[in-house]
Nanobody
Framework: QVQLVESGGGLVQPGGSLRLSCAAS????????MGWYRQAPGKQRELVAI???????NYADSAKGRFTISRDNAKNTVWMQMNSLKLEDTAVYYC???????????WGQGTQVTVSS
């Protein structure tokens, strides 16, 4: 059973920074994508950033230049450094891992990020 445990959310003022962490445990195929999604109230869940096990990164336009995703393959851990946070970044952030073989997808429980003055 694959489990994802997130941490690092919280309350921050506009312009501030947060670093989210997600550790995956269980049997995970080495070829995979790990990513962060978010869901704001009344909105659909959207991709924020994703990084493959080969290090290829992709960001949503809203995250480019402000967020940085990184990972440690040996630890099956992914981080996302979020700088210059805006009010509109407020959402529940979910960690995700998708295996290349079989396409199995797993989700974390979510961590709340609130940007407020």
């Amino acid at each position: 059973q694959v489990q994802l445990v997130e941490s690092g959310g919280g309350l921050v003022q506009p312009g501030g920074s947060l670093r989210l962490s997600c550790a995956a445990s269980g049997s995970i195929f080495s070829g995979n994508d790990m990513g962060w999604y978010r869901q704001a109230p009344g909105k659909q869940r959207e991709l924020v950033a994703i990084i493959s096990s080969t290090g290829i990164r992709n960001y949503a336009d809203s995250a480019k230049g402000r967020f940085t995703i990184s990972r440690d393959n040996a630890k099956n851990t992914v981080w996302m450094q979020m700088n210059s946070l805006k009010l509109e970044d407020t959402a529940v952030y979910y960690c995700n891992i998708r295996e290349w073989v079989g396409g199995h997808t797993y989700w974390g429980q979510g961590t709340q990020v609130t940007v407020s003055s």
